[in-house]
């Protein structure tokens, strides 16, 4: 079992994580024109908080997520709102086959610095979208190590933009735009600190 996992019952009752995840999806609309003719894959969804916010804009949603215990969590929660476009599935693009489907956007939300081959997953989003579909990544500027103190495996301490700009615009996006969509502020030492979540959207050339 993955600290995920067990975490992933207690997920939701964080009021930060629920707010955050508001704002990331309220910054995704200001970014993308959003429509119910989109199709969209949410990548590391865990308990669907960004995609529940977001599921009346667009068309369908196929939400995936290595772990098993976040993805039971969610199931639950689809079937208790009667939410008929959101679809829950199983996958790890760094080991397992990518899906045949394509889609018209792709987002995460704080899972990008989780997974340690940035460029082959980023390659991996921009096979899985549509000519012109968007990349829209959620997560945490550089930081000094100081974000994770649960103990989950964090392998990138968040990310510098430009550098981040560069990668996927070697990997074939285009019209990349940042902009920050959230302060998470935690308590370290009893100093309170500041970690900013970027979003950048990107668009398939």
Same mark, same amino acid.
């Given at each position: 079992?993955?600290?995920?996992?067990?975490?992933?019952?207690?997920?939701?009752?964080?009021?930060?994580?629920?707010?955050?995840?508001?704002?990331?999806?309220?910054?995704?609309?200001?970014?993308?024109?959003?429509?119910?003719?989109?199709?969209? &894959?949410?990548?590391?969804? @865990?308990?669907? /908080? !960004?995609?529940?916010?977001? $599921?009346? =804009?667009?068309?369908?949603? +196929?939400?995936?997520?290595?772990?098993?215990?976040?993805?039971?969590?969610?199931?639950?929660?689809?079937?208790?709102?009667?939410?008929?476009?959101?679809?829950?599935?199983?996958?790890?693009?760094?080991?397992?086959?990518?899906?045949?489907?394509?889609?018209?956007?792709?987002?995460?939300?704080?899972?990008?610095?989780?997974?340690?081959?940035?460029?082959?997953?980023?390659?991996?989003?921009?096979? &899985?979208?549509?000519?012109? @579909?968007?990349? /829209? !990544?959620?997560?945490?500027? $550089?930081? =000094?190590?100081?974000?994770? +103190?649960?103990?989950?495996?964090?392998?990138?301490?968040?990310?510098?933009?430009?550098?981040?700009?560069?990668?996927?615009?070697?990997?074939?996006?285009?019209?990349?735009?940042?902009?920050?969509?959230?302060?998470?502020?935690?308590?370290?030492?009893?100093?309170?600190?500041?970690?900013?979540?970027?979003?950048?959207?990107?668009?398939?050339?």
């Amino acid at each position: 079992m993955t600290n995920f996992d067990e975490r992933a019952r207690e997920w939701d009752s964080d009021p930060d994580k629920v707010k955050r995840a508001h704002a990331v999806a309220d910054t995704i609309r200001k970014a993308v024109p959003l429509s119910k003719s989109m199709n969209a &894959l949410e990548y590391g969804c @865990g308990t669907g /908080l !960004v995609s529940f916010a977001l $599921q009346a =804009d667009l068309g369908q949603i +196929t939400l995936v997520d290595t772990s098993q215990g976040m993805l039971d969590v969610l199931a639950e929660k689809i079937a208790s709102t009667g939410v008929t476009n959101m679809h829950p599935a199983r996958l790890d693009l760094a080991v397992d086959p990518p899906p045949v489907e394509r889609y018209d956007l792709t987002y995460s939300l704080l899972t990008l610095h989780h997974i340690d081959d940035t460029k082959n997953i980023l390659t991996k989003f921009h096979t &899985l979208l549509e000519p012109n @579909g968007y990349l /829209l !990544v959620a997560d945490l500027d $550089q930081e =000094d190590g100081s974000f994770h +103190t649960n103990g989950s495996t964090d392998v990138h301490l968040g990310f510098e933009r430009g550098t981040l700009q560069k990668l996927v615009e070697e990997i074939g996006f285009g019209n990349v735009t940042f902009s920050t969509a959230y302060q998470i502020k935690k308590k370290i030492n009893d100093q309170e600190k500041v970690f900013p979540v970027f979003l950048m959207a990107a668009q398939k050339t």
